[in-house]
């Protein structure tokens, strides 16, 4: 079965040319990277878990290699917000108090930040659960309990970034670039190469077109040949099998 009705569309590559001249990916700074990287990952995040919520029900309760295919990939999300979280937590916001020593401001927001995210955490292990439930009992309960706990991650995701990049993502042009290069540099980190090229894919697909361009030039050049050569082939088979049909762009 499709599921043509919930396949993300690529954000118009319009938005780029409303981007100031600083925001370019060949003379950005440290913040409009960090803003960019941060904003593509939570598309990513919010889209995948929306998919998966709508995928799960057309699923067969007993078909056990559609399971795994919808159930494993939760679990690839799953792994990339966690470490995300962490990214963030131990040493995107430490650098940006460094940046901001004494903001109030900046302190409010990243109690409400860590309060969210405790609830994004403790929902991420209901997703979990209920893969596994499923995974063992193989009906239609389990199946629809599934998609019922990633709706609900959904919805809490959806509205931590909103807040995030309503109240912190503007802060970031007070980075220092060493530091956000450093930050940057363990993007991916615990994730397999062929994972790593998934993840690319995920990140590049309704990204608009400076922010595509921000994200691969920010990619080693081996990385970004391995890409054009295998990995987007690679990635569009992937989403093939995993939603029935292609990626949107």
């Known amino acids: ?24 990916p060949a003379t950005a700074d440290a913040g409009g990277r960090a803003a960019a990287s941060e904003r593509v990952l939570h598309q ?23 399971t795994r295919a919808l159930t494993r990939h939760a679990e690839l999300i799953g792994r990339v917000l966690l470490h995300h979280h962490a990214v963030e937590r131990d040493r995107l916001w430490p650098a940006l108090q460094r940046a ?13 930040w860590r309060e969210r ?15 596994r439930q499923w995974a063992v009992v ?11 706990a990633c709706l ?49 894919g995920l990140a590049l697909e309704d990204a608009c077109a400076g922010d595509r ?4 030039c920010g990619l080693r050049r081996g990385t970004r040949t391995a890409w054009r050569v295998y990995g987007s082939g690679r990635y569009r088979a992937g989403v093939v099998r995993l939603r029935g049909e292609p990626p949107a762009a």
């Open 1 to 24: 079965m499709t599921a043509t009705a919930v396949l993300p569309r690529p954000r118009p590559a319009p938005d780029d040319l409303r981007l100031p001249a600083a925001a370019h």
């Open 44 to 66: 990513l995040v919010r889209r995948e878990l929306r998919l998966l919520a709508e995928l799960a029900p057309w699923a067969p309760g007993d078909d056990a290699p559609r």
């Open 100 to 112: 901001l020593p004494g903001d109030r401001e900046l302190a409010a927001h990243l109690d409400r």
């Open 117 to 131: 995210c405790a609830g994004i955490d403790h929902a991420l292990r209901d997703v979990a659960t209920a893969a």
């Open 138 to 148: 193989g009906n239609v309960r389990s199946r629809d309990a599934f998609a019922l």
């Open 152 to 200: 609900d991650l959904a919805d809490a995701v959806a509205a931590q970034t909103a807040e995030e990049e309503r109240t912190l993502l503007p802060l970031l042009g007070h980075l220092d670039p060493a530091e956000w290069a450093a930050i940057a540099r363990s993007a991916c980190a615990g994730l397999g190469w062929r994972e790593r090229l998934f993840v690319l």
């Open 213 to 216: 361009a921000r994200l691969l």
